[in-house]
């Protein structure tokens, strides 16, 4: 167990619609990464905050988007989702947010888009 | 900007079989490098890592050493077991570049007994 929480594990639902997926990270980490795991793309860097503010972007899609609230917990919003939208997503977590620190991945969300 | 090649799989191997998976690695800056393993249904997990040049990553008997000049972060075990069938990635993380992970595609390995 990473001590990185994802709700939920699993989500259903269909093409148009918009979700939000849930990361609470490990206790003390300020730092919370979200990566896409497609069949297609592989594991992709998606986006970063560090303790509320956006750090870093990466292959981050303009439907979605994600913030972090003052308990650190992170949420990753989809929106006008479409078929190819159909992936894992993980959150991590750690301690800061530059020079090397360890990341410590949630279980995932498996997003379906029907 | 930053990419990690690793061999394609799924690697097949009989229990107790020495293990290679290769890895490369293209960098601007100078990157700590790492191996994580997901096992299936589950999220990822450290496996190693090294921070240098000349750094051995070792955990569970697998082992990696960062090569620069080769640019190079080879997995290897000496004795796999049915347990360590799993997707290996590897990756990298660029100081320069923030924190955040690079992934190779990941090689499916398969044990069998």
């Known amino acids: 167990d990473s001590g990185v929480t994802q709700t939920p594990k699993h989500l259903i639902t269909a093409t148009g619609q918009r979700v939000t997926l849930r990361c609470s990270p490990r206790s003390g980490d300020l730092s919370v990464y979200w990566y896409q795991q497609s069949l297609d793309q592989g594991l992709q860097f998606l986006i970063q905050?560090?303790?509320?503010?956006?750090?870093a972007k990466g292959n981050i899609l303009e439907r979605f988007s994600a913030q972090q609230f003052p308990d650190l917990h992170s949420e990753l919003n989809l929106s006008s989702l479409e078929l190819g939208d159909s992936a894992l997503y993980f959150c991590a977590s750690s301690v800061a947010s530059a020079g090397y620190n360890e990341q410590f991945f949630g279980p995932g969300t498996r997003l379906t888009v029907l | 900007g930053n990419s990690v090649t690793q061999m394609e799989g799924p690697v097949t191997l009989s229990e107790e079989a020495f293990l290679t998976i290769n890895c490369t690695y293209t960098a601007t800056g100078y990157p700590s490098l790492f191996w994580y393993v997901q096992y299936p249904g589950e999220g990822l997990q450290l496996l190693l890592k090294a921070t240098k040049a000349d750094d051995k990553g070792s955990n569970k008997g697998f082992e990696a050493t960062y090569r620069k000049e080769t640019t190079s972060f080879h997995l290897e075990k000496g004795s796999v077991q049915v347990s360590d069938s799993a997707v290996y990635f590897c990756a990298l993380s660029d100081i320069d570049a923030g924190n955040m992970l690079t992934f190779g595609g990941g090689t499916r390995l398969m044990v069998k007994p």
């Open positions: 905050y560090y303790n509320g503010e956006e750090r």
